[in-house]
């Protein structure tokens, strides 16, 4: 059975940081995508940040772009989420999606983001 656990969030003053980590069981390692994506509470799935399964590619949301690192450690079956500067927008629940092809992708449960001070 496919796992994603997200860890790594808390409550953070602005211009802090924080580095989530996904870690993904079940998975076979280098076969799927690894993305982050954000929510508010009643608002739309934002993308933030993808990493490819080579980990070849890497593409960000503007909202991260210059601020955000993704990365990931096939070894563990990790993918992270390295956030600077973190400012109160950026203040929401997120989550950690696999993905190598329709039907065939997971999400977790998420992890809560507090930008506050």
């Known amino acids: 059975q496919v796992q994603l656990v997200e860890s790594g969030g808390g409550l953070v003053q602005p211009g802090g940081s924080l580095t989530l980590s996904c870690a993904a069981s079940?998975?076979?390692?280098?076969?799927?995508?690894m993305s982050w994506y954000r929510q508010a509470p009643g608002m739309a799935l934002a993308f933030v940040a993808t990493i490819s399964s080579t980990g070849a590619t890497r593409n960000f949301a503007d909202l991260a772009r210059g601020r955000f690192t993704i990365t990931r450690n096939d070894d563990a079956n990790t993918a992270h989420l390295q956030m600077n500067n973190l400012q109160p927008d950026d203040t929401d629940m997120y989550y950690c999606?696999?993905?190598?092809?329709?039907?065939?992708?997971?999400w977790g449960k998420g992890t809560q983001v507090t930008v506050s001070g």
């Open positions: 999606y696999a993905f190598r092809a329709r039907s065939d992708d997971f």
């Open positions: 079940g998975l076979p390692p280098r076969r799927y995508a």
